[in-house]
């Protein structure tokens, strides 16, 4: 089974007082798996993403199963609109190009839907 | 301290506690993380968290990085004087690799090296199926498992993951447990007898 594990910075932004990041983040991250397992033969291995805050805090979620709630720890500043969010997408059996889509188009749909802007960092 | 197991078994959330109590007791924890990604999380969280961490990305210390891990190591002892060096191998890593490069350290003698693996008892079942041979691996070459997510595991699924350590190690000390924000004393006994 190939193993390339696709990772990327992104810049979320958002109105501050609409945006629960947490559900957001495990939407982002539960829909990538949820995509990923739609492909033959791939194995999730770790879906997950950190954003760190100045103060200290930070916002972890981790998903290993679409089918198993995401693992959430820490929360987000309240008020906070912008978040920098470090992705780590590492699925067996999927080609890197196909995970980047996946990651890159999920993250554009989402943040449309709720009239926001993401911009990921080369 | 070589930290092993499948991606998503909870090894960060155990090394993030043990670390900590290493802190709290005076002494000095090194932590060594390596993500095959090229763009690390658990290093930036540990870092938030004000550990001590080096970081070997974009690759595995069991194979194209084990001579980092080496060199790593070196610099540690160098530049550092760690009481404990953990090192937090990446989910696809064959711990018997990642041991078999540690002859070629050349810093002071390690005092006792020892390989926890942990387990999801969740997914072992269809990780043991589908990659049989990294995970009989990193079951094999462990001296402590730790069955993790038994809060979220069946008893079923405990029990198999049981089983299947009996099976393919039965020399390994085996601990069902759940990661927490301190270790629990039991834990804590088998990772770090000098603290306790």
Same mark, same amino acid.
């Given at each position: 089974? =190939?193993? /390339?594990?696709? @990772?990327?910075?992104?810049?979320?932004r958002?109105?501050?007082?609409?945006?629960?990041?947490e559900?957001? =983040?495990?939407?982002?991250?539960?829909?990538?798996?949820?995509?990923?397992?739609?492909?033959?033969?791939?194995? =999730?291995?770790?879906i997950?993403?950190?954003?760190?805050?100045?103060?200290?805090e930070?916002?972890?979620?981790?998903?290993?199963?679409?089918?198993?709630?995401?693992g959430? +720890?820490?929360? %987000?500043?309240?008020?906070?609109?912008?978040?920098?969010?470090?992705?780590? &997408?590492i699925?067996?059996?999927?080609?890197?190009?196909?995970?980047?889509?996946?990651?890159? /188009?999920? @993250? &554009?749909?989402?943040?449309?839907?709720?009239?926001?802007?993401v911009?990921?960092?080369? | 301290?070589?930290?092993?197991?499948?991606?998503? $078994?909870? +090894?960060? $959330?155990?090394?993030i506690?043990?670390?900590?109590?290493? !802190?709290?007791?005076?002494?000095?924890?090194?932590?060594?993380?390596?993500?095959?990604?090229?763009?690390?999380?658990?290093?930036?969280l540990?870092?938030?968290?004000?550990?001590?961490?080096?970081?070997?990305?974009?690759?595995?210390?069991?194979?194209?990085?084990?001579?980092?891990? %080496?060199?790593?190591?070196? +610099?540690?002892?160098?530049?550092?004087?760690?009481?404990?060096?953990? &090192?937090?191998?990446?989910g696809?890593?064959?711990?018997?690799?990642?041991?078999?490069?540690?002859?070629?350290?050349?810093?002071?003698?390690l005092?006792?090296?020892?390989?926890?693996?942990?387990?999801?008892?969740?997914?072992?079942?269809?990780?043991?199926?589908?990659?049989?041979?990294l995970?009989? $691996?990193?079951?094999?070459?462990?001296?402590?498992?730790?069955?993790?997510?038994?809060d979220?595991?069946?008893?079923?699924?405990?029990?198999?993951?049981?089983r299947?350590?009996?099976?393919?190690?039965?020399?390994?000390? &085996?601990?069902?447990?759940?990661?927490?924000?301190?270790?629990e004393? !039991?834990?804590?006994?088998?990772?770090?007898?000098?603290?306790?």
């Amino acid at each position: 089974m =190939i193993l /390339e594990p696709y @990772a990327v910075s992104q810049r979320w932004r958002f109105p501050p007082k609409d945006t629960n990041w947490e559900t957001l =983040i495990v939407e982002y991250l539960e829909t990538i798996a949820r995509t990923c397992v739609e492909f033959d033969r791939c194995v =999730i291995g770790h879906i997950k993403a950190l954003a760190l805050f100045p103060g200290g805090e930070y916002l972890q979620v981790s998903v290993i199963n679409p089918a198993l709630p995401a693992g959430v +720890k820490g929360c %987000v500043p309240p008020d906070c609109a912008e978040l920098r969010l470090t992705l780590n &997408v590492i699925v067996y059996g999927l080609e890197r190009d196909l995970v980047e889509r996946i990651a890159c /188009e999920t @993250a &554009v749909q989402l943040a449309n839907r709720r009239q926001g802007e993401v911009i990921t960092e080369t | 301290m070589l930290f092993t197991g499948f991606l998503g $078994s909870g +090894k960060t $959330s155990f090394i993030i506690p043990l670390a900590e109590a290493v !802190a709290t007791a005076k002494r000095r924890a090194a932590i060594i993380v390596n993500e095959i990604g090229e763009i690390g999380i658990d290093n930036q969280l540990m870092r938030q968290l004000d550990l001590d961490v080096w970081e070997l990305l974009s690759g595995c210390i069991c194979c194209t990085m084990s001579s980092d891990l %080496v060199i790593t190591l070196q +610099k540690l002892d160098a530049g550092y004087s760690p009481d404990l060096v953990i &090192v937090e191998s990446s989910g696809a890593a064959n711990p018997s690799n990642v041991r078999s490069a540690l002859p070629y350290y050349r810093g002071r003698p390690l005092q006792s090296v020892n390989t926890v693996s942990i387990l999801d008892p969740l997914r072992l079942q269809m990780l043991i199926e589908v990659m049989t041979p990294l995970i009989t $691996s990193q079951i094999q070459y462990a001296d402590l498992v730790i069955v993790n997510k038994i809060d979220l595991a069946s008893p079923d699924e405990v029990a198999f993951a049981c089983r299947t350590v009996q099976e393919i190690n039965p020399e390994a000390r &085996v601990i069902c447990t759940q990661a927490q924000q301190s270790l629990e004393p !039991a834990l804590m006994s088998e990772l770090a007898p000098w603290l306790t």
